[in-house]
């Protein structure tokens, strides 16, 4: 009998313990922070005198109409002044998120910008069982279609380039970008023989789009010589052990390169742990969500 009260208090206690750990990971949903890194890739004399080509990341932001805190922080993000923006995708996870994306995205869109879609662009998100999650398994989409068509249509209205499948060569602030992409590599979209080959040799940057960082398309990548790859989806592992240490990535990337920069062979790599989760799972354990700020400068002679 005093056995069963013992393990009966000590069960009490885990319970209460993984409610309040629920509880603060709630609210840590609404913590948003910025990541700056520096990266010296470009040569001497591509920025002029000027301190740095500032590219900002941004990622999974998974909207849901009433985000006023997720929509007031992205559109702060404007007053970095951004060379250039990549945004990798899951920008949705509800039907009526597109108008929120566009009002968060507002002032961003008038700066130079490219994007890839996440599958949660596609189709919205749905309840899954959270072992399913916490073990790695890959989750079938719920193939309810989101209205993703509408949001591109209004990106590239307002000039940013979509990058699915494509390469795309344009200047921003003077310094000449090459830049490819795929579609979702997490549910087997992508076509990487349709951007395959090295990036122009004239370009000044050189950077690669992907939505979940898998590494058939990030060797691709590296071995075409890309500088840069950029990805999100991972959530950074949304529930974490303290520093930010990933149980789990949801790709095939290590646990250790779920969220931040990282070398990848050669090649640079960032992965952002994003501004959002699914409406399903509202919860960020020791992961705070968050945009990248990479200020690209010039290397030593």
């Known amino acids: 009998m005093v056995r069963v009260k013992k393990l009966t208090g000590i069960g009490a206690l885990c319970l209460s313990t993984g409610a309040a750990a629920l509880t603060w990971g709630y609210t840590q ?4 922070q910025l990541r700056e890194y520096t990266l010296p890739l470009l040569a001497p004399g591509v920025l002029d005198g000027r301190d740095a080509f500032k590219v900002l990341h941004i990622s999974d932001l998974h909207m849901i109409p009433g985000q ?3 929509v007031e922080f992205v559109s702060s993000l404007d007053a970095l002044e951004p060379d250039l923006v990549i945004n990798t995708g899951d920008n949705l996870s509800d039907v009526g998120g597109v108008p929120w994306v566009l009002d968060a995205l507002g002032p961003l ?3 130079p910008g490219a994007f890839v879609f996440g599958t949660n662009d596609y189709w919205a998100p749905r309840p899954v069982n959270p072992l399913k999650y916490v073990t790695g398994a890959k989750r079938e989409p719920s193939y ?3 209205p993703w068509e509408g949001m591109r249509a209004a990106f590239v209205e307002r000039g940013w380039q979509d990058a699915t499948h494509a390469r795309l060569e344009f200047k921003a602030s003077g310094v000449r970008l090459a830049l490819a992409g795929v579609d979702d590599p997490h549910h087997e979209l992508d ?10 040799r004239d370009a000044d940057l050189s950077i690669g789009l992907l939505h979940a960082p898998y590494r058939r398309v990030l060797d691709s990548f590296e071995t075409d010589g890309y500088q840069l790859a950029l990805s999100g989806h991972t959530h950074g592992g949304q529930i974490c052990l303290p520093g930010q240490r990933a149980i789990v990535t949801n790709a095939d990337i290590d646990r250790e390169r779920a969220s931040g920069l990282h070398k990848y062979g050669e090649m640079w790599m960032e992965v952002s742990n994003g501004l959002g989760q699914s409406k399903y799972a509202p919860v960020r354990l020791f992961c705070p969500p968050s945009a990248s700020l ?8």
């Open 29 to 32: 949903r609404n913590n948003f």
């Open 68 to 70: 006023r805190r997720k």
């Open 109 to 111: 869109l008038n700066r």
């Open 144 to 146: 309810e279609d989101l």
């Open 191 to 200: 076509r990487y023989s349709e951007v395959a080959g090295a990036p122009n």
């Open 294 to 301: 990479i200020r690209v400068v010039e290397r030593g002679e």
